[in-house]
């Protein structure tokens, strides 16, 4: 079990480093509907950044694993009477697309911890209900965030519709990547693209992501 994890964590790790990357995409283990010794077994393993979508769940887990040094995201859905404990818990928030949201966020954050590190999801692809934003309220976003002293806004997240099919998966990374060039070109201090899930995770390398979200192909399935 133990083994499997490890096994699956160096397949990942020898994936995102593929020759023509010149710094390696980050990994950010999904951890959500799995258990904390699983979490832990990785964070042995070298892993610091773990992402949960179910604020509940997320609480416990952090609470059991607090001595561990771990980098917590928040990457699901966000509610808007559930953003004190989001801005108290975690040291990133990836999934941000409301400026209600992100104003909660700022003012909840406590002023003894480090500013939040945030991501702002940009919507992909025309799904009706899926979640993220457009580049307009992303612009505003970014203005606004450069008066709250709490929030750092770090890049951009994005969760296409799931294909199968690489060159479609590649077509909505490559909409992701020419956003966050023009937004980087206007706020330098943009280093974040968060992109790819185990489905897709090649394509979106190849688009230039800095940040992978794996679950399944790291864990195994969820319970
Ligand atoms: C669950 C989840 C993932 C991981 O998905 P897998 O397909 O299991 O790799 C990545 N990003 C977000 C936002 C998720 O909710």
Redesign the pocket.
């Known amino acids: 079990m133990q083994q499997d994890l490890i096994n699956r964590l160096n397949k990942i790790t020898e994936q995102l480093s593929v020759p023509a990357q010149e710094r390696p995409p980050q990994l950010?283990a999904?951890s959500?509907?799995h258990p904390p010794d699983a979490i832990a077994t990785l964070y042995r393993a070298g892993l610091k950044r773990f992402?949960e979508?179910y604020l509940q769940e997320a609480l416990r887990k952090i609470q059991a694993l607090s001595e561990l040094d771990i980098e917590w995201h928040f990457?699901?859905p966000i509610q808007s009477n559930k953003t004190k404990p989001i801005a108290e818990n975690f040291a990133w928030v990836?999934?941000v697309d409301r400026i209600k949201i992100l104003q909660r966020l700022s003012h909840q954050r406590p002023q003894n911890l480090p500013p939040l590190q945030v991501l702002l999801q940009l919507k992909i692809g025309n799904e009706a209900g899926k979640s993220g934003t457009d580049k307009t309220t992303i612009e505003q976003m970014l203005n606004m965030a450069k008066t709250m002293k709490q929030i750092n806004i770090r890049g951009l997240?994005c969760?296409p519709p799931p294909s199968d099919k690489f060159e479609q998966q590649q077509s909505h990374f490559m909409q992701a990547k020419q956003l966050f060039d023009q937004l980087q070109a206007q706020h330098p201090r943009l280093d974040t693209l968060?992109m790819g899930?185990?489905?897709d995770?090649q394509a979106a390398i190849a688009c230039g992501s800095t940040q992978v979200?794996?679950?399944?192909?790291?864990?195994g399935?969820?319970r």
Do not use: E, Q, W, Y
Request: charged content about 20%.
């Open positions: 950010l999904v959500k509907k992402g979508s990457i699901g990836d999934s997240m969760i968060s899930m185990s489905n995770l979200r794996v679950g399944t192909a790291l864990f399935h969820r």
